[in-house]
């Protein structure tokens, strides 16, 4: 079975760097053939005498979005899973689990915006949508603070870095912040998750662009984790907005300007689940479970029906099991 690792790469430098991962390994290079109607290098090779092929895919804005390895040994798979992170196939499900996660890296090597959401799958609370700025220059800092994936480290960590972070950047970040008043409003007029996300991330980055663009030179990219169906965020884009190559990929939490964008996020929602507590005088949590349940339904006879609309996204189906 093929395998497929999220690889991304400007298109002239994709081969050598894809070369570049079995450096210490002793792998004969055969041929290159373009496939996929341009948008695609099969690579063949050999490795201890074993056939090797794989081929590397890429967008309309010349990047390489993965690699899929089509015939290897089980030695090359785990290089790949070490180096690019697990495989996936092509329902997402994991295939190779790689001893530890890649560290965070640029997934491109230019100036770009990274953009992630905190509370979409959290029943109370707002949504939170962040993004960031950064320069190849940047990542040594970010990485010396801490800057990973939110859904990786601790809500006391995230309490720490995220204000070393907000000063680190300064003019350079933006958050887009839906409280569950409006939320509920605007789930009700798109009534398409994904389509609130996409407006929402649309929306950080036009703001972004007014200021970075004045302030700190032109942006040409933008990168957001892959959600639904890609035109979403490409539609909700507005003039500047549409002038920025976008670059929307599974798992995009590994570059550095994604994870900034996650941690900024995230520290905004718990803030504001901390006000929800103490207004409310209970102990608001995170998530969907059943935790939530119990408090909801304490919501709901201490407060009344229409006060779950205000700390609740009300069409998550928790809301019929406490109503109910």
Same mark, same amino acid.
């Given at each position: 079975? +093929?395998?497929?690792?999220?690889?991304?790469?400007?298109?002239?430098?994709?081969?050598?760097?894809?070369?570049?991962?079995?450096?210490?390994?002793?792998?004969?290079?055969?041929?290159?053939?373009?496939?996929?109607?341009? %948008?695609?290098?099969?690579?063949?090779?050999?490795?201890?005498?074993?056939?090797?092929?794989?081929?590397?895919?890429?967008?309309?804005?010349?990047?390489? +979005?993965?690699?899929?390895?089509?015939?290897?040994?089980?030695?090359?798979?785990?290089?790949?899973?070490?180096?690019?992170?697990?495989?996936?196939?092509?329902?997402?499900?994991?295939?190779?689990?790689?001893?530890?996660?890649?560290?965070?890296?640029?997934?491109?090597?230019?100036?770009?915006?990274?953009?992630?959401?905190?509370?979409?799958?959290?029943?109370?609370?707002?949504?939170?949508?962040?993004?960031?700025?950064?320069?190849?220059?940047?990542?040594?800092?970010?990485?010396?603070?801490?800057?990973?994936?939110?859904?990786?480290?601790?809500?006391?960590?995230?309490?720490?870095?995220?204000?070393?972070?907000?000063?680190?950047?300064?003019?350079? %970040?933006?958050?887009?912040?839906?409280?569950?008043?409006?939320?509920?409003?605007?789930?009700?007029?798109?009534?398409?998750?994904?389509?609130?996300?996409?407006?929402?991330?649309?929306?950080?980055?036009?703001?972004?662009?007014?200021?970075?663009?004045?302030?700190?030179?032109?942006?040409?990219?933008?990168?957001?984790?892959?959600?639904?169906?890609?035109?979403?965020?490409?539609?909700?884009?507005?003039?500047?907005?549409?002038?920025?190559?976008?670059?929307?990929?599974?798992?995009?939490?590994?570059?550095?300007?994604?994870?900034?964008?996650?941690?900024?996020?995230?520290?905004?929602?718990?803030?504001?689940?901390?006000?929800?507590?103490?207004?409310?005088?209970?102990?608001?949590?995170?998530?969907?479970?059943?935790?939530?349940?119990?408090?909801?339904?304490?919501?709901?006879?201490?407060?009344?029906?229409?006060?779950?609309?205000?700390?609740?996204?009300?069409?998550?189906?928790?809301?019929?099991?406490?109503?109910?």
């Amino acid at each position: 079975m +093929s395998k497929t690792y999220q690889f991304v790469q400007p298109r002239e430098q994709a081969v050598p760097k894809f070369k570049d991962l079995f450096i210490n390994m002793e792998i004969e290079w055969l041929e290159e053939q373009i496939v996929n109607n341009g %948008y695609g290098r099969k690579i063949k090779a050999k490795y201890q005498e074993s056939p090797f092929s794989a081929v590397i895919y890429f967008n309309k804005q010349n990047y390489s +979005s993965k690699i899929v390895l089509e015939k290897g040994t089980e030695e090359l798979e785990q290089v790949l899973a070490q180096k690019l992170g697990e495989a996936v196939s092509k329902k997402g499900t994991k295939q190779v689990k790689a001893d530890k996660p890649p560290a965070q890296i640029m997934l491109i090597p230019e100036p770009h915006i990274g953009t992630d959401e905190s509370g979409k799958g959290d029943y109370f609370g707002p949504l939170v949508i962040a993004g960031v700025f950064v320069e190849p220059d940047d990542a040594a800092n970010l990485r010396e603070m801490g800057v990973a994936d939110s859904k990786t480290i601790s809500d006391l960590k995230i309490k720490k870095i995220a204000p070393k972070l907000r000063l680190f950047l300064k003019n350079r %970040y933006n958050l887009v912040f839906i409280n569950p008043e409006k939320y509920n409003e605007l789930y009700s007029q798109i009534n398409n998750l994904n389509k609130l996300l996409a407006w929402g991330h649309a929306r950080v980055i036009e703001n972004l662009l007014q200021n970075i663009n004045s302030a700190n030179g032109y942006c040409e990219y933008a990168v957001a984790d892959k959600f639904g169906d890609e035109r979403f965020i490409e539609q909700a884009l507005m003039k500047k907005g549409r002038q920025i190559k976008l670059i929307q990929i599974p798992r995009a939490e590994q570059d550095l300007a994604v994870a900034a964008a996650s941690v900024l996020a995230r520290d905004l929602f718990l803030t504001k689940l901390e006000e929800l507590s103490q207004q409310y005088g209970l102990p608001i949590p995170k998530g969907c479970n059943e935790k939530v349940k119990n408090i909801g339904q304490q919501v709901l006879a201490k407060y009344g029906r229409e006060e779950i609309g205000k700390i609740a996204k009300l069409h998550f189906k928790t809301t019929q099991e406490i109503m109910g």
